[in-house]
């Protein structure tokens, strides 16, 4: 077929592959919700209105079309699964397209990190754009797996699904004109260019906008969301696993701002998408905490659409692909029926088809770690230590002084006080570099949990009460090639093994949440009281996170932008 087919199916010469009868189009471009019939052909909407004819004939009977939900930032890899499984997971919840930042990934195996996603994609039913990576490493307070700048981004741009450069979380380089974050920049000039500024403000925050970041995610105050929203910076508010920040951001939106503002997910468990969803759950809380249902639905599509070029996506009008939902009740946004291209994908969800299996790769082993060198002794060097100190429902951390329990001369964790001992093991060269400090709030009363997912670097991280627990689940995860892991003693509670790069399964979806269930109640077995201990540990270790953060190089105070020692003086 070709436009010259589509051009004749619009002026009803031609009969259409799929007409939609009698539905009400929530119409985002002009503000409206109004009954027509909604002409398919080619993939494409190519006719509004009454007298068209089609191969396929749908009777709606009055229920409500949008456009299929767009996810404006999201790491497919925190949902553990290849991006064929997560297509599986959100397709049904009517996400029909993502924007994925693959630095997850990246941070392990590089610019084949970045080529698998984009390889792993095509053979899924969701429509997945791949932003380049802008930050591998993160900083220079950081060991990870590669080290990726402009010249090795720069095939990128001709790869027709990269719509630009992904979240800019070296803020400080930016601002203060680091020149390989200037280089990355100036390369995708004229490309959406992601944010990434966790509570930056002030004559830094209008640095930061002026150097062309057009984006920002990590607003967590109405405050903060303002003054960026004011410099011109796109608003991305996020409901992630870890990360809710969608109710105490919407006394932002109005009906004069809100076309200056998407939904995005960031980081999301299996659990989370296949109960609450995705989009679709954000556009549930919004509409019941007030917001006007096609502001929320413009918010969760057209508005993604347009920040980043995609001028066939986003809304349903001719000439625009044929991704709509089919949802009975705005109010209660739950798509009934889930077209990608004009092909009904799922329906009441589930999926149609299991179309888009991955396929397989030959990727290099990932968890290289000095097994001979894995010591977690803190020889006492004063009374009082830095303690990371987790606030709840954010990947942000307090930054604690504490009085520490000396045990025969050396620092030991202090169950009374809830302060765990936490290490961050080099794995991607066996350096036999340890990062070593002390958390408050994971509430672990034995054993130890692990895992090689730690933002961003994804080192292999572990929390425990004893060293020796920590030292069995280190070596469970080097023996499984990358996972997470539950241990007390030299017992192995729980394990779900994420071969591929130490952070994705090739299971179903359905089987790795399961997996996962058992290992966060192994966790709370050992005292955690956290809904999901492994997800806020995975976030520990980004240190472009304020305000303190232990990485392979040891802790680092993230408002200084720098490594501090452990102790006090």
Known sequence: MSIVDRLAAARGELECDLVLRNARLVNVVSGEIYPTDIAVHDRHVVA???GYAGAREVELDGRYVTPGLIDAHVHIESSLVTPPEFAR???PHGVTSVITDPHEIANVLGIAGIRYMLEQAKHGQQNMFVMASSCVPATHMETSGARLEAAELAPLLEHAWVPGLAELMNYPGVALGDEGMLDKLALFQGRALDGHAPAMTGKLLNAY?????QSEHECTTLEEAREKLRLGLTIFIREGTTTRNLLPLLPLITPENHSAICFCTDDRVPADLIDEGSIDFMLRQAIAAGIDPVMAIRMGSYNTARHFGLRKYGAVTPGRYADLLVVPDLRDFHAQQVYRGGELVAEDGVMRSERGRARVFDLPTSVNIASDSLDFTVPARGEKIRVIGKVLDQVYTQHLIESAKIVNGCAESDVQRDILKFAMIERHHASGNIGLGFIQGIGLQRGAIAGTVAHDHHNLAVIGVDDSSMRAAALALEQMGGGLVAVEGERILASLPLPVAGLLSEA?????????????????????????PFMVMSFMGLEVIPRLKLTDHGLVDVERFQIVDLFVD
Do not use: F, H, K, N
């Open 209 to 213: 906008v002026a150097a062309g970041v």
């Open 89 to 91: 997971a959100v397709l």
């Open 48 to 50: 509004l209105g009454a």
């Open 508 to 532: 179903p979806i359905e089987q790795v949440r399961a997996d996962y269930d058992r290992m966060t109640a192994a966790a709370q077995s050992l005292g955690s009281p956290m809904p999901d």
